[in-house]
């Protein structure tokens, strides 16, 4: 046992060397150490020696500068996953990895930071495509995601911030580029089951609203995409079964037919053929000018909505996670429905400059309606209420204007055809009447009023000519 740990200790510092030719043999060596050990029955590997192999291969990855030296390193890293020839000890070499993570996370400096979420990413790809490998075995899944909960969910998990919204990011993102293709809705809510679980008993808003935004977000967001891929799928079904129909008569015919047409399908001049691969051509293009949105997974929105509910409507949930969730279950029972998420817009929409002045009049309206209400309140009858305001409006005008009187002059000569009615003030515009200048002659009559005012407090200067 002591040469076992000796070994270990050995493979650790080789790693963490200086040197990267000793790096490398080092990562090379230990390659086949796993799998010539892991192949022994006896040979199984404990925790506290990956957590030895494991502080290696992490100052391995901190030596090594250059970003496409980094990538290539993580990926070899992350490969190693796949030298474990049981199950026990892949899931034990994942924990291995978010405990070393967890451990020297926060020592982890703002330049080297990114090679390490690579490697993150990296590590859970490759988890994901051992668990493909597996056929979607739903013991091993349960089992990773058992870990998952209890290294990074759980609140006595102890796992940095930073690290958990960085694997909430990623999550399903790699599960989506590994398993879209094979992976059923069931399977898909299986894979979310810790998600939902946590958001419902955690109290760390902060973990909640990263959670709502990583995992919920992403399935509404790209549920128009997953509906098009199952639609794709549908078509594709319906075309294979109706090219096996046709083929049967296909055979009936001559040879020499089918190696002409042969002949031409290889050399591009079957004009279907071409048709398809502009078409693919502009999808791609397509896809890569929305964003490059990629695959993503299937899911029942209905049974996720059931599933929420149960987790939200217990009497434990805090309330402000329960009404965090329930607006998410709406959304998704929408969805159910066949009801896409959308802004609410006006039901007037128009892109005129004047259509937004006129939303902002109308607020002023509002605005001027609730001040002439409290005004009246102190006292008089609407027709005093009115002309107060007025009068109040004016004087705001004329400090705006500066008290001069060749603005005055000229909103006053500013004729109104609903356009623009004192200047360049936008608020002061025609509000009520249809006929042409019935809007300018309130607006001379507050003028007027302002400027005697004006006259009598400054002793005629800067008043109406």
């Known amino acids: 046992m002591a040469t076992i740990q000796e070994a270990e200790v050995q493979f650790a510092q080789r790693l963490a060397s200086n040197d990267k030719p000793t790096r490398t043999k080092a990562l090379k060596k ?58 026990d000890s892949q899931l034990l070499y994942v924990e291995s990895f978010l405990q070393t993570f967890k451990r020297e996370w926060t020592g982890i400096d703002r330049l080297r930071m990114d090679k390490f979420f690579q490697l993150v990413r990296f590590m859970f790809r490759q988890t994901f495509e051992m668990l493909r490998r597996k056929q979607w075995d739903s013991s091993v899944v349960s089992r990773f995601l058992e870990l998952l909960t209890a290294q990074v969910l759980q609140s006595g998990s102890a796992a940095p911030m930073g690290l958990q919204y960085h694997i909430l990011d990623l999550y399903m993102t790699e599960l989506a580029a590994v398993g879209s293709a094979e992976l059923t809705a069931d399977q898909n809510l299986v894979f979310i089951d810790p998600f939902c679980k946590t958001a419902a008993k955690t109290k760390d808003q902060t973990l909640l609203r990263a959670i709502c935004s990583s995992i919920f977000s992403t399935i509404i967001d790209q549920a128009p995409f997953a509906i098009e891929d199952l639609m794709k799928e549908l078509k594709a079904a319906d075309a294979s ?4 129909g046709q083929a049967s008569e296909e055979e009936e015919e001559p040879k020499a037919v089918s190696k002409k047409t042969t002949g031409k399908q290889m050399n591009g001049t079957n004009s279907d053929e071409e048709d398809d691969l502009l078409h693919l051509e502009d999808s791609d293009t397509e896809l890569a000018d929305d964003g490059e949105i990629g695959p993503v997974l299937q899911f029942d929105f209905a049974s996720l909505a059931d599933k929420l509910f149960e987790l939200a409507s217990r009497s434990n949930t805090p309330n402000q996670n329960r009404q965090r969730l329930y607006k998410i279950i709406k959304v998704l029972r929408n969805l159910s429905e066949g009801i896409f998420p959308q802004d609410e817009y006006p039901e007037e929409v128009s892109t005129d ?32 209420k009115k002309r107060k305001g007025n009068f109040d409006r004016a004087i705001d005008l004329l400090s705006w204007k500066q008290s001069s009187p060749q603005s005055v002059q000229r909103g006053r000569r500013s004729s109104c055809s609903h356009r623009r009615c004192q200047g360049e003030e936008d608020q002061f515009r025609c509000e009520g009447s249809e006929e042409k200048d019935e809007g300018c002659r309130w607006l001379a009559f507050w003028i007027t009023s302002a400027g005697r005012s004006v006259n009598a407090s400054t002793g005629g200067r800067g008043g109406m000519p």
């Open 30 to 87: 230990l390659r086949k150490y796993i799998s010539v050990r892991s192949q022994n029955g006896k040979g199984g590997f404990t925790g506290d020696e990956l957590l030895k192999l494991w502080k290696g291969l992490f100052y391995c990855l901190w030596m090594q500068d250059k970003p496409l030296l980094q990538e290539e390193l993580s990926k070899q890293i992350s490969g190693l996953l796949h030298s474990f020839q049981s199950v």
């Open 241 to 244: 079964d109706s090219d096996s």
């Open 353 to 384: 400059e004047d259509d937004e002045m006129f939303g902002s009049r109308k607020r002023m309206k509002r605005k001027r309606g609730l001040a002439e209400e409290e005004e009246g309140e102190g006292g008089g009858g609407p027709t005093a």
